[in-house]
Structures are given as C-alpha cells and as structure tokens.
C-alpha cells in the first residue's frame, strides 16, 4: 500500500509543450513505467486552458474537485464541480477552452485494452526534448508541425507517442462513442457494512471497459470500513473529511494505492469522509 498527501505538496509544471497554458500538477501516484498497466493520479491546477479536439489512445477519469471544466462546446460538455468523467481510449472530445478562473481537477489516466500502455510526465519530457534536439518540428496550439514537410499538423501527444515508438498511432476503435459525464448526485447513496458499530454508505458510478474499470464514492460518517483491493489496483482519493488509514492521518487530498489482494482498514471520527474509489484494469488475467 501507498499513501501520499497532496494538501503537503506544491503544484509544479511538467515541463510540456505539447498544450497551451498548459495546466500545473500535483503527483499523487504514479504507476510503472513501460507496463500496459501503467498510470498517473494527479491534481491539476488551471488558470485558461485550450486543447483542441482531439483523442487518446489510453484511457482516463476526470473529477471537477474545485470549479467547473469544459470537455468541449456547449453546455452539455461542461463538467460541473463534483462531477465525474470516464474518457475510453478512441472516444474524441473537446475542444476544451477554459477561460480566466482558477480550476483544480483530480485526473487518473492509465493504460487501456489496447494495451498501448501510458507515457508517464517524465517519458514525455525526455521524448520531446529530443525532438527539441533533432529539429523534428514545432509544437503550438495543441498541434505539432513537422519540420521541411508540407504535412498538416497532428495532435500533440499524438507525434510525443509516435516519435517515441517510430510508428504512426492506430487509435483503438472507442467502445464508446463519446465520453461519459456523470453525475454522483443523482445516484442514490447504498449502504454498506462496515467492521463494528460505523457507518457508511456508497454510490456506484459506473464499471466500464469489460467490466475491467470501476468508479464509486464511499461516505464513511463514523466508524471502521475495511477496504479490499480483490480486482486490481485500487486507488482512493479523499475528497472531503479525514481519517486514519493504517496509522497514517489521511485529509482532504490524500490518496492511496492498494494493489490486488492488498486491504486496508478507514477509520473516521465525527468528521467523517468522502472518498473516490477507482479500479484500474487487471492485466494480469
């Protein structure tokens, strides 16, 4: 098991050209570097942010912590603050054109059934910065531009991963057509039994990708509740409140990890907790 806290750290740059006002983060918990299974849960802070239309080839969780975001035009694309978003690998979305306003949002992006895997913060840095060094080209606007090629621009990310692996991306059929925004408030809170005399309730968001990729919120007002990480890696983010979780005072953006087979027990006081759970695909079946 692993805890971080990110009430105790700053927000950095990456140090990525690759999208404009480009956002700061916070690092949560990162996963393991050229594996299928490799991940990213982090914080990020914005001020204005454009990305034009584009997709991914991995999959990822959005979570409007603080302030509302846009996942592309018109109002049916914004994600409101509390609200959740489940990105398939394929799916397109934006452009995404934040304006003034400071935004905080809780990002999870990892490898998908494509088993494309994930480039990790620092992969990417040192992948562009050779670019950088050889003249490949010009990134702006979220695009890249090949240099001495009457080639129109790619997306961003698009050229770090091809360069990377000196092949054009294929980008995975979308199993979906388009990325889900949910609403949490609008599923009922379900309860569930926790060690001793506590209290604590759930709501199912979704299980997605083959049943493979799971979303829920855990309320624990009072008492112990033991939680089991039995269908792969398991990471929990604090969204309110506080507790202790293996002799560790956990608050307000605190996160862990339990990998398979790894449990934990969540002990709260009276001010209880909110907590995000996600499951992450188990590649090793």
């Known amino acids: 098991m692993k805890i971080t806290h990110g009430g105790q750290m700053d927000y950095t740059s990456a140090g990525l050209q690759h999208r404009p006002g480009a956002p700061t983060f916070k690092l949560l918990i990162l996963g393991e570097e050229n594996t299928p299974a490799n991940f990213n849960l982090m914080l990020a802070r914005q001020e204005s942010f454009y990305s034009p239309r584009h997709h991914h080839n991995f999959e990822q969780f959005r979570y409007a912590y603080k302030g509302d975001i846009s996942l592309g035009e018109g109002k049916a694309w914004l994600l409101r603050e509390g609200e959740l978003a489940y990105f398939p690998e394929g799916a397109w979305y934006g452009p995404q054109n934040d304006g003034e306003g400071v935004r905080e949002v809780l990002v999870l992006q990892f490898g998908g059934p494509s088993h494309h895997g994930y480039l990790s913060f620092r992969q990417l840095r040192d992948i562009q910065a050779e670019m950088t060094e050889k003249g490949a080209g010009v990134f702006g606007g979220g695009k890249f531009t090949p240099a001495g090629e009457e080639t129109q621009p790619i997306d961003g990310y698009e050229a770090l991963w091809q360069f990377h692996n000196s092949q054009k991306l ?53 008492g112990l509740v033991q939680v089991t990480g039995k269908k792969g890696t398991q990471l929990l983010f604090f969204s309110k409140g506080a507790a202790e979780v293996d002799g560790h005072k956990c608050r307000e953006q605190s996160a862990i990890r339990l990998d398979p087979g790894e449990e934990t027990v969540v002990s709260v006081g009276v001010e209880g907790a909110e907590i995000l759970q996600f499951v992450l695909p188990d590649f090793e079946k």
């Open 170 to 222: 294929q980008y995975p059929v979308s199993r979906y057509r388009h990325p889900v925004l949910i609403t949490p408030e609008a599923f009922e809170w379900q309860t569930i039994h926790p060690l001793g005399d506590g209290h604590a309730k759930i709501r199912p968001l979704g299980v997605f990708s083959d049943g493979s990729v799971a979303a829920n919120q855990i309320r624990i007002d009072c």
